[in-house]
């Protein structure tokens, strides 16, 4: 019974993030709406109700917590606990016309708090099902401000757990769940309109992780922001953030060992390494079925850079792609900021530097420009000392002055502020502090 519960409630909230995702008239929402009904039909067997509640982060049925579907369904969890719900009743008598009416109102709310005390279901044809807040004894008043409390670590570390799942999938010739990748990072572009501060934050920190997949969740999240600041459609900034997600797929089939050598390469390990671009796309082509053709060309064309003269060689003279110059710009200045045994810790002021001298040459000069207004010199969540002597972590920029981002002071203590530094011409950074040494006392 449990297991079927489970699976009811799995399939109903795949649904809602297709519909999320393709919209509701697309015929892979209609088909999950389907396959939804079906277990829930099952699992209702018997019963006069069933009813799913969320008590913390995790899904509970009856007497049971559901540690290994909350785990694998959290982002949707999230979603339901940003809308304000705590609990959810499905009634025997339940038709799929309901179902599919609560899942398309669900998915229309875009994480606004839902007013149950006026919501009339009745008016929606929504009659076997009801949602509200879990009756806890000795709880205060429930917060009617619906104050939204987003875990954006949960969302990011579940999209980064799938990329690792799919990189061994594909690394053991096992089938590749696409969409549920795709699902993944929906769920992180859901937020970066609003919420791309707290993401970068988080990369920031992850950034000393050495598996390749973090690296490449961060380029992702990275590309699809900077792709939507760019103006491009929801459809291709998932697709590029696929792209980004599944560049550097040819590097897990060379030498862990000449990946991270300290060493200078000797010509045949160089040559290796330059491989992973033509290893990569051959892979992705594989998969062209489920991932579609633009991530194999951003595989093979994300070393080519601006000018042409990066690797692979290649025989046309036209420019690479669009998405393969944006996520090589998102490749390199992540990967600069990465720690790694093998390279020296570059500080923001160095990145800028390297990456804006290399403009017309490596980087399509008016991409690498725009990246650079859009992220920053000082990235969010950049610990820095002031002209002043102060600590301060920057919060957000000020994409007409690049160098002059809006910060937090955080040391010393009885002097903290917030200051925009575009508007406060008396002060300036000095320098940033190295976020793995003298500066991890001032993270938050």
Not at 19 to 29: M, R
Not at 135 to 152: F, N, Q, R, S
Not at 399 to 428: A, G, H, T
Request: charged share 25%; proline share 2%; glycine share 6%.
């Amino acid at each position: 019974m449990l297991e079927q519960v489970e699976k009811a409630f799995k399939d109903l909230l795949a649904s809602l993030q297709l519909a999320k995702l393709y919209g509701i008239q697309h015929k892979i929402f209609r088909d999950s709406v389907d396959k939804a009904y079906l277990s829930l039909a099952k699992a209702l067997e018997g019963r006069s109700e069933l009813v799913i509640g969320i008590i913390g982060e995790e899904l509970a049925f009856e007497k049971e917590i559901l540690f290994g579907l909350s785990k694998a369904i959290g982002p949707a969890v999230g979603y339901l606990k940003n809308l304000g719900i705590e609990r959810i009743s499905f009634g025997s008598n339940v038709q799929k016309d309901e179902l599919e009416k609560f899942i398309e109102f669900l998915a229309s709310k875009k994480d606004t708090a839902i007013d149950q005390q006026g919501l009339d279901f009745g008016s929606l044809g929504i009659r076997n099902i009801v949602i509200g807040k879990l009756t806890v004894l000795g709880k205060d008043k429930v917060d009617e401000l619906g104050i939204k409390a987003v875990d954006y670590m949960n969302i990011y570390g579940s999209a980064a757990d799938m990329a690792h799942k799919s990189f061994s999938s594909m690394l053991e010739g096992e089938a590749l769940d696409a969409l549920a990748v795709k699902l993944a990072l929906n769920n992180i572009l859901e937020n970066l309109a609003v919420y791309h501060n707290e993401f970068f934050k988080i990369v920031a920190l992850r950034r000393h992780d050495p598996q390749t997949h973090i690296h490449l969740i961060n380029v992702a999240t990275i590309a699809m922001y900077f792709a939507s600041r760019l103006g491009f459609s929801k459809a291709d900034i998932l697709d590029i953030g696929m792209s980004g997600l599944f560049h550097d797929i040819g590097k897990l089939y060379i030498s862990h060992g000449i990946l991270t050598k300290t060493d200078k390469l000797t010509n045949e390990e160089f040559a290796k390494i330059k491989s992973h671009t033509i290893f990569g796309a051959e892979i992705l082509l594989e998969h062209i079925e489920s991932l579609g053709i633009l991530p194999a060309v951003v595989s093979f064309e994300h070393h080519l850079k601006y000018d042409m003269t990066g690797y692979p060689r290649v025989n046309y003279s036209r420019r690479p792609h669009i998405a393969s110059l944006i996520v090589s710009i998102c490749d390199v200045y992540d990967a600069l900021f990465s720690r790694r045994t093998y390279k020296e810790d570059y500080s923001p002021e160095n990145v800028y530097n390297i990456m804006i001298k290399d403009k017309n040459t490596a980087f399509e000069p008016r991409l690498v420009e725009r990246f650079f207004k859009i992220m920053g010199v000082w990235y969010i969540g950049c610990v820095v000392s002031l002209s002043d002597g102060r600590i301060a972590v920057v919060r957000e920029q000020n994409e007409d002055d690049i160098r002059r981002p809006k910060v937090e002071v955080v040391f010393p203590k009885d002097r903290k502020e917030f200051i925009d530094l575009k508007e406060n011409s008396s002060l300036e950074i000095k320098r940033s502090l190295n976020p793995w040494t003298e500066a991890r006392d001032y993270v938050s």
